[in-house]
Nanobody
Framework: QVQLVEAGGGLVQAGGSLRPSCAASGRTFSSYVMGWFRQAPGKGREFVAAISWRGGTIYYSDSVKGRFTISRDNAKNTVALQMKSLKPDDTAVYYC????????????????WGQGTQVTVSS
């Protein structure tokens, strides 16, 4: 069982940066694949980034590649999403999620979810 709590969202102007993070409970955090997803009003949940348990495999969506960086610290049970060059289209609730086994970009394949943190980018 893993409990996930996101923090670090907020309001930023276009071109700015934010670094939401996700803290996980449980001693087996290092064995979980971690992902970030987002959901804008009226839209479905969208994949953003994912990282394998050791960090050796990382996926990004095309829309954030080159602007966002996912990282994890297994000693601190945390995963972060460094977001730069933010655009108004990045506005959404950002969720972290966890699953075992392979890295995947499909939301339904993740078992555990946080409550989300709001990111708003003004133009």
């Amino acid at each position: 069982q893993v409990q996930l709590v996101e923090a670090g969202g907020g309001l930023v102007q276009a071109g700015g940066s934010l670094r939401p993070s996700c803290a996980a409970s449980g001693r087996t955090f290092s064995s979980y694949v971690m992902g970030w997803f987002r959901q804008a009003p009226g839209k479905g949940r969208e994949f953003v980034a994912a990282i394998s348990w050791r960090g050796g495999t990382i996926y990004y969506s095309d829309s954030v590649k080159g602007r966002f960086t996912i990282s994890r610290d297994n000693a601190k049970n945390t995963v972060a999403l460094q977001m730069k060059s933010l655009k108004p289209d990045d506005t959404a609730v950002y969720y972290c999620a966890a699953r075992t086994w392979a890295v995947t970009t499909t939301p339904s394949e993740y078992t555990y979810w946080g409550q989300g943190t709001q990111v708003t980018v003004s133009s």
